[in-house]
C-alpha cells in the first residue's frame, strides 16, 4: 500500500505562488499515474491535474491552465504542483492521490492526508 503525505500549503496573496509536494512510499509510485485534487468548504472533491508515470502527458482543469505546473521525480517517489497567479477561488485543501487504473477519482487507489492552500484577495 502506498502512503502519501503532502505539504507545501499556506496563505498566500492573490498573485503569489506555492509548490505543493507529495512523498510517496511504496515500490509502485514509479510505475503509477499520480493527480492532484482539491476540495473547497462545502464543495465535492474536485480533479485538478495528473500525470502519467514518465512524467509526460500532463493534463489539467480549465481553471487553472497556464497556472499551475505538475511534474514527478521518480527517484525522489516526490510528485509536485507547481501552482502560479493564485487566485482566492483556488482555495481549498489540496490532495494527492495514485492512480490504479483510469484517471477517474474512482480509481484512486491511495490519497494523502491533505495540505490547507488559503489565496486572500
Known amino acids: 500500500q502506498v502512503q502519501l503525505v503532502e505539504s507545501g500549503g499556506g496563505l498566500v496573496q492573490a498573485g503569489g505562488s506555492l509548490r505543493l509536494s507529495c512523498v510517496a512510499s511504496g515500490r509502485t509510485f514509479s510505475s503509477s499515474a499520480m493527480g492532484w485534487f482539491r476540495q473547497a468548504p462545502g464543495k465535492e472533491r474536485e480533479f485538478v491535474a495528473a500525470?502519467?508515470?514518465?512524467?509526460?502527458?500532463?493534463f489539467y482543469v480549465d481553471s487553472v491552465k497556464g497556472r499551475f505546473t505538475i511534474s514527478r521525480d521518480n527517484d525522489k517517489n516526490t510528485v509536485y504542483l507547481q501552482m502560479n497567479n493564485l487566485k482566492p477561488e483556488d482555495t481549498a485543501v489540496y490532495y494527492c492521490?495514485?492512480?490504479?487504473?483510469?484517471?477517474?477519482?474512482?480509481?484512486?487507489?491511495?490519497w494523502g492526508q491533505g495540505t490547507q492552500v488559503t489565496v486572500s484577495s
Open positions: 500525470i502519467d508515470w514518465r512524467g509526460r502527458s500532463p
Open positions: 492521490g495514485r492512480y490504479s487504473g483510469s484517471y477517474s477519482m474512482g480509481d484512486i487507489s491511495s
